[in-house]
């Protein structure tokens, strides 16, 4: 006797029509490292399919993004020389605001979104500048920068800010910045709850930023809190921000929901490198179904309440989904 749930299942047609959620190539977003040189194209051990790329290989890159559907990139810079306040990325000739001018330039139709930090600038690599007697990052010096770093990026060209460094007060100082520069229509996607996750360890390999002392404890989110999450999210609503996000993914999926609950805003998850190179190195030692694991993942990233995904899967996902 076939009953209620499983005569809907018998038939694929019917399986398809019934289906309540959909990945479609318009809700990735594709991270991208990029460093000094020319014909650079750095693979990373931690993170297989994943490169630091000299500003030319990326842009052969986005010519095969835009082949798959996908025209939302990410962009992160690892500057040839750092230092204590992490110069380079206030810099209008800096690895990251160069990077934007030639990207911009070769492909106008690309919405350029830029990681908003300085840990990657940083010679101890903390995400703002030290305080000498706490030694952590001092949230208001920081601030300032913050908002110096978004100029610099919005001149050059960019699309959309994301800030990632978790000082309190960000959003409130990286609009104020832009809204006096003359920038008032370029959004801001906050990574506005965002946990001190040992999943980003692949990253610091690729992006040459993992902290020189210490941890990121003071500034990003203890793992175990819920109500906290919350109200990191809907404070940088409060000022300002116009798309939130949760990172982690994986291990967050409760908090997704959470948020997409509490606010109306649009939510981004940030599906890091350690989720993805879990997937990599599972399907390298032969032990999951890589691809049929990778589209139930981002499934789940949506059915949580995510609308926009951010991850290193999203060409193969592209792939997958224009078959
Ligand atoms: C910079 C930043 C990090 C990630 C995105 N932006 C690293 C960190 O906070 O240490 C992590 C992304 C990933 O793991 O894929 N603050
Ligand atoms: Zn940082």
Redesign the pocket.
Known sequence: MFTRFRRKRLNPVLRDLLQETHLTVNDFIY?LFIRSGEGVKNEVGSMPGVFQMSVDEIIKECETLKSLGIYSILL?GIPDVKDSVGSDAMCEHGIIASSIRAIKEAHPDMFVVT?L????YTDHGH?GVLDPVLETVDNDITLGNLAKQALVHAKAGADMIAP???MDGMITAIREGLDAGGFSHIPIMS?ST?FA?A??????D??E???SFGD?RSY?MNPANRKEAILESLADEAEGADILMV??ALAYLDIVRDIKESSSLPLAI???????SMLKMAAKAGVIDYERVMMETMIGFKRAGADIIIS?HAKEVAELINK
């Open positions: 991270p992160f990681d930090c300085f840990c990657e995400c990632s460094g978790m990574y965002k996750s999943y980003y360890g692949p990253f610091r690729v992006a930023s993992a902290p990121r990003q990172k982690p940030y599906n890091v490198s350690g989720e993805y290193y």
